[in-house]
């Protein structure tokens, strides 16, 4: 549900062929327990790099990335960002995780600013039909 076909696409766009296997074959499975997950990555067994990456352009018809967009697609809503996150740091992509996470933040807030907009046109529309009925009555009795 957080994520759209375009965020899918730019995420399958920006992992090479060995990534896109990784990522599949690790979604596909059941989560680590994230105990032991945490003591695996704990600073004295792993320095994580938080290095820019840009998208590789290595083989991009590889049948991977049809198979990773239909599982999202099939599989996606039922699975939590957080748990995409760390699949993503899992196989050294956090700077995609740190991305999605921005993408996501940012469509919550327009479709709530969205909401809160279309919410006070509601009460401004309630409120004018209230004064207009109560002007109504006002000259019906006069």
Same mark, same amino acid.
């Given at each position: 549900? $957080?994520?759209g076909?375009?965020?899918?696409?730019r995420?399958?766009?920006l992992l090479? +062929?060995?990534e896109? &296997? &990784?990522?599949?074959?690790?979604l596909? @499975?059941?989560?680590?327990n994230?105990?032991?997950?945490l003591? #695996?990555?704990?600073?004295?067994? @792993?320095?994580? #790099?938080?290095?820019?990456?840009?998208? #590789?352009?290595? $083989? *991009?018809?590889?049948?991977c990335h049809? +198979?990773?967009i239909?599982w999202?697609?099939?599989?996606g809503?039922?699975?939590y960002? $957080?748990?995409l996150s760390?699949t993503l740091?899992?196989?050294?992509?956090t $700077?995609?995780a740190? !991305?999605?996470? *921005? @993408?996501i933040n940012?469509d919550k807030?327009l479709?709530?600013q969205?909401? +809160?907009? &279309?919410?006070h046109?509601? +009460?401004n529309?309630?409120?004018?039909?209230l004064v207009?009925?109560?002007? !109504?009555?006002?000259?019906? *009795?006069?």
């Open positions: 549900e $957080d994520l076909s375009h965020q899918l696409q995420l399958v766009d090479t +062929v060995y896109c &296997e &990784e990522l599949v074959m690790t596909s @499975n059941p989560e680590e994230i105990f032991d997950q003591s #695996r990555l704990s600073e004295e067994m @792993n320095q994580l #790099r938080l290095s820019s990456r840009t998208p #590789r352009h290595a $083989d *991009k018809e590889s049948h049809s +198979v990773l239909d999202l697609q099939t599989h809503e039922q699975m960002y $957080d748990r760390r740091q899992q196989i050294g992509r $700077d995609i740190i !991305e999605m996470g *921005k @993408n940012q807030t479709a709530m969205r909401y +809160v907009e &279309e919410y046109e509601q +009460v529309k309630i409120a004018s039909q207009h009925t109560q002007a !109504e009555e006002t000259s019906h *009795k006069k």
